[in-house]
């Protein structure tokens, strides 16, 4: 069974950081699509971050410059480095893992609260 699971969310001043790391439970780790989103109340679920199995990545706009993804394939792991925060980053992060040539295989972790305020 695939498990993701989030941590290292928290409460943090306006540009303050944090990182989030994303532990995922299975095989073949090394061919799966990454990502981080996020959900803030009210809102759709958006793309903030990715890094493909190839290790090309991809940032939202508005956090180009202040976060970065990363991924480990021996440990299994994702993290994302958030500097810089802003109010308007607060919200749920989820992590994601596709596998790169069948997008049936979609998983998700269950979220970690990020709360950006004085």
């Known amino acids: 069974q695939v498990q993701l699971v989030e941590s290292g969310g928290g409460s943090v001043q306006p540009g303050g950081s944090l990182r989030l790391s994303c532990v995922v439970s299975?095989?073949?780790?090394?061919?799966?699509?990454l990502a981080w989103y996020r959900q803030a109340p009210g809102e759709q679920r958006e793309l903030v971050a990715s890094v493909t199995s190839s290790h090309n990545t991809n940032y939202k706009d508005s956090v180009k410059g202040r976060f970065t993804i990363s991924r480990d394939d021996d440990k299994n792991t994702m993290s994302l480095q958030m500097n810089s925060l802003k109010p308007e980053d607060t919200a749920v992060y989820y992590c994601?893992?596709?596998?790169?040539?069948?997008?049936?295989?979609?998983?998700w972790g269950r979220g970690t609260q990020v709360t950006v305020a004085l």
């Open positions: 994601n893992a596709q596998h790169r040539a069948n997008d049936a295989m979609d998983y």
């Open positions: 299975m095989i073949l780790f090394r061919v799966y699509d």
